[in-house]
Each structure stands twice: as structure tokens, then as C-alpha cells.
């Protein structure tokens, strides 16, 4: 998602709340940014060179919280847009968090894994200083796992001691949560659930096209099955599948763990990648890349209901026709909440030096999710707008308020 689409949407909920000129610009300006140079030995010994970003957007709610990306296009802008959003998704779960992101612009497929543990700790010793349990958790992102994030804690906690709290989505082996790893999708699954229940239904039989089968999508997928929703397409960067009568979820999730991709998947027919987007399903679930429901596709989406698990997938081009053609839209800083969140229990549990079970994970990540639907709901009542400005606007808020309450100020502002 480019700086641009992130800026309007967040002025769409701006505009709602009537928030002033400067106190958008503060809000909207990142509190740190920290560009660094990262020299490691490759395998063969000659130099590497890379850069490491990682833009801190707003500490007004607590640590700042986001990812690390591992990707060739990681660069400041990039960071800067994902970080603002993981302000406002904090926000909007009401999680103890600011924002942040960050990567590094290297392609791991050309790296091998000593390479990527040399540059991992690289990265860490050149942001100790800014990073930590009380200043910024990194967590996993595009191409960085639970290992790159045991590096993380390791590096850290040579300078600084005893830190499992520095990162989260780390291997259930050296302090991870239990339900980090289908968090995401499963957050996405209750905001479903919910938005089924207002027509007074459940997932059972419903239909389902999800674009992306990765961590997400396949979660997703499978809790879905697993209610009785009927997975009719899947798409994803190599190919794409479907089965009018539903596919098998677990065994989908099995093919692709060892094939990388959904494609030749036997028992469904196979369809263009990108035809899963205008699938003949009551739900779309984009859950791979950012702008991926444009100008040129949103009128020919079929799904009455859109779950935003990808960031960014939606342009706002797109999503003006959504709302015209009055297709509900769960906006991400809501839908894919749910990964952030059970960071949050992990980092608790951390710090506690105490570990939850899994049944506790998925009822408190519930209880999250279910609270933020209807927040944004009871938001989107209030101001009488669509639910992703009604979420730019309930986020806004709680950032809003935080920082006109830590400190006296002689003209407080009304948010
Ligand atoms: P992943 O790498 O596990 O899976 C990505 C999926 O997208 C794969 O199926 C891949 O084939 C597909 N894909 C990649 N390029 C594509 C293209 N050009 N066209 C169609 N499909 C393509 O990633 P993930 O962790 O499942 O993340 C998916 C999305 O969810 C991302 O936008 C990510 O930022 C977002 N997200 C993830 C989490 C999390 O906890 N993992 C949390 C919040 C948001």
C-alpha cells in the first residue's frame, strides 16, 4: 500500500471526526525514523550491503508494535505506510501499542540461512538502542519466520539480558504463544461470524473465494471448513482452484505446505489466479498482496462481503464503488487484527514469565475481536459512515484522546 492510500483513508475518518489541520499532521508524522547500513560476509566470503529500516510512527498507547519485512521493496515510504497503520489497528483492538514497521531490502531467496541469521543480527545490533520490550516489539512480516525472530531475541539479549519480550511470533520452543501462528486468520474469521450474525446467520454453507493461501488465507480457510462455509475458489501467486461444491481445506493447506502454491490441486478445476477476485462467492477474503481490488475489477466483485486479512488490498478508487454498490467492507485495521492481538498475549505472557493455554489464547483473541466489531459498529452508528472510516475514526480517537491526556494543555482539543 502506497503513503497516498493510507493518508486518504485516514483523512476519510479525520473528516469524520472534524479533527483539525495540524493535529491530522501530527498524527500523521512518524515519531522515529531509523535507516541503517547493514555490511555482513557472505557464505563465500565477499560483502553484502543492505539497508534496514525501521519507522516508529506513534508511542502515544504504549510500545511501539509491527512487523519486519524481508523484501526487496522495503524502503522508507513503504515502512512508513505500514507503520501508520499499525497504529490505527492497535488502536482499533485496543491493545496497549503504538505503531511501527520496518525490513530490510534484501531478496532471502538469494540469501542462505547463515547469511540471513549474519543479517538479522546485524540489523539488531545497529537498532538495539531503539528497539525493545517497552519501545518497539518487532514480529514477524513478508518473509521473515518464528527462526528470524529467535535470532532477534538471541541478539538482543546479549546486550540486554534475558528479553523474550523484544519480539513476538517466536518458536513455541523459546517462548512464542500457543495460537500466534492462526491468529490472524482466525480473527478474520470472527469478524465473519459477526457480520453474519446481523443477517442472522452462521458460516454454515456459506460460500467463500480467498485469494492467498498462505498463513492466513489457510487458517482462514480451514476454520471456515471446519464451521461448515463451503471454500469454492482459492488463487494465489502461481495458480488458481476451484470447486463449486467446496474445497478440502485441510488437504488444500497440506498440498500447498509442500508445493508452495494451490495450483494442480486434484479435485477442482483449475482458473486464472486472478479470477478468484470476481468469483461467484457470497465472501472475498484477499488475504496475499496490497492493491489488489482496483478501479478496473470492483464492479465485476460478486462477494457481498469483503474481509480485508491482506493489508492494503483495496484502493480507494475501489473502495468507493464498494460502498456505492453497497458491498460491506471489514476493513484491515480490523479483519487481520487478530495477529497483532495474540502478540500482545505473547509479550504479556513474556513479561509475566507465565504461559497461557491454547483454549485461553482463542477465548481472550474472541473476546478482542468481538469487542472491536462491535466498536467500529457502534462508531460507524454514531457517525453514520462505512465501517473502514468508522475505524480510522474510533482509532483516531483513542490516539487522539491519549495524547490530549498526557499532559495539561490550555486549549485542549476536542476529539
Ligand atoms: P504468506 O507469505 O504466508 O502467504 C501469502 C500468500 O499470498 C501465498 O499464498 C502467495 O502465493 C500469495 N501471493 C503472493 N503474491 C501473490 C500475487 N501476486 N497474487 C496472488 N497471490 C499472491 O503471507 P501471510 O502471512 O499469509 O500474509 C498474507 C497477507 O496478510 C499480507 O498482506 C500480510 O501483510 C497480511 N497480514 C498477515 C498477518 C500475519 O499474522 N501473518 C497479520 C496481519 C496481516
Redesign the pocket.
Same mark, same amino acid.
Given at each position: 500500500m502506497m503513503l497516498d492510500a493510507s493518508h486518504r483513508f485516514f483523512h476519510q475518518g479525520a473528516d469524520a471526526l472534524d479533527v483539525a489541520p495540524h493535529l491530522r499532521e501530527i498524527l500523521l508524522t512518524p515519531n522515529r525514523i531509523v535507516k541503517v547500513e547493514l555490511v555482513i560476509e557472505a557464505d563465500d566470503g565477499h560483502l553484502l550491503h543492505f539497508h534496514g529500516y525501521r519507522v516508529q510512527h506513534n508511542r502515544l498507547r504504549g510500545p511501539m508494535k509491527g512487523g519486519l519485512r524481508y523484501h526487496p521493496s522495503v524502503d522508507e515510504d513503504h515502512a512508513s505506510a505500514l507503520a501508520g497503520l499499525m497504529t490505527w489497528k492497535t488502536a482499533v483492538v485496543n491493545v496497549p501499542y503504538g505503531g511501527a514497521k520496518g525490513g530490510i531490502n534484501c531478496d532471502p531467496a538469494e540469501l542462505s540461512r547463515s547469511e540471513l541469521d549474519r543479517l538479522t543480527r546485524m540489523f539488531v545490533q545497529q537498532t538495539r538502542d531503539v528497539i525493545g520490550p517497552t519501545r518497539d516489539i518487532p514480529a514477524p512480516?513478508?518473509n521473515t519466520d518464528a527462526s528470524v525472530m529467535g535470532w532477534i531475541m538471541d541478539e538482543y539479549t546479549k546486550y540486554e539480558g534475558f528479553s523474550p519480550a523484544v519480539v513476538t511470533g517466536k518458536p513455541l520452543d523459546l517462548f512464542g504463544s500457543p495460537g500466534r501462528e492462526e +491468529?490472524?486468520g482466525r480473527g478474520v474469521v470472527i469478524c465473519i461470524e459477526e457480520a453474519l450474525k446481523e443477517q442472522g446467520r452462521t458460516p454454515q454453507g456459506v460460500t467463500v473465494a480467498i485469494?492467498?493461501?498462505?498463513?492466513?488465507?489457510s487458517h482462514a480457510g480451514r476454520i471456515l471448513a471446519g464451521l461448515g462455509a463451503k471454500i469454492v475458489a482459492v488463487?494465489?501467486?502461481?495458480g488458481g482452484v476451484a470447486n463449486p461444491e467446496g474445497l478440502d481445506a485441510e488437504a488444500l493447506a497440506a498440498w500447498v505446505a509442500e508445493r508452495r502454491?494451490v495450483k494442480d490441486f486434484p479435485g477442482a478445476d483449475a482458473i486464472e489466479?486472478a479470477e478468484v477476485l470476481t468469483w461467484d462467492a457470497e465472501v472475498l477474503i484477499p +488475504?496475499?498482496?496490497?492493491d489488489v481490488l482496483t478501479a478496473d475489477n470492483a464492479n465485476d466483485v460478486r462477494a457481498r462481503l469483503i474481509v480485508e486479512?491482506?493489508?492494503g488490498p483495496t484502493t480507494p478508487e475501489a473502495d468507493e464503488i464498494f460502498h456505492q454498490r453497497d458491498i460491506q467492507v471489514i476493513p484491515d485495521i480490523l479483519a487481520?487484527a487478530g495477529?497483532v492481538t495474540v502478540s500482545y498475549f505473547e509479550w504479556a505472557q513474556n513479561i509475566q514469565q507465565f504461559r497461557w493455554d491454547l483454549d485461553r489464547v482463542r477465548d481472550e483473541l474472541g473476546k478482542i475481536m468481538r469487542s472491536a466489531y462491535a466498536d467500529v459498529r457502534g462508531m460507524q452508528k454514531d457517525l453514520k459512515v462505512d465501517a473502514r472510516t468508522a475505524a480510522f475514526a474510533l482509532a483516531l480517537r483513542r490516539v487522539g484522546r491519549a495524547a490530549m491526556s498526557r499532559v495539561h494543555l490550555s486549549k485542549p482539543i476536542e476529539i
Open positions: 512480516d513478508m +491468529a490472524t485469494q492467498g493461501y498462505g498463513n492466513v488465507g488463487g494465489d501467486h502461481a502454491t489466479p +488475504a496475499a498482496i496490497e486479512a491482506a493489508n487481520n495477529g
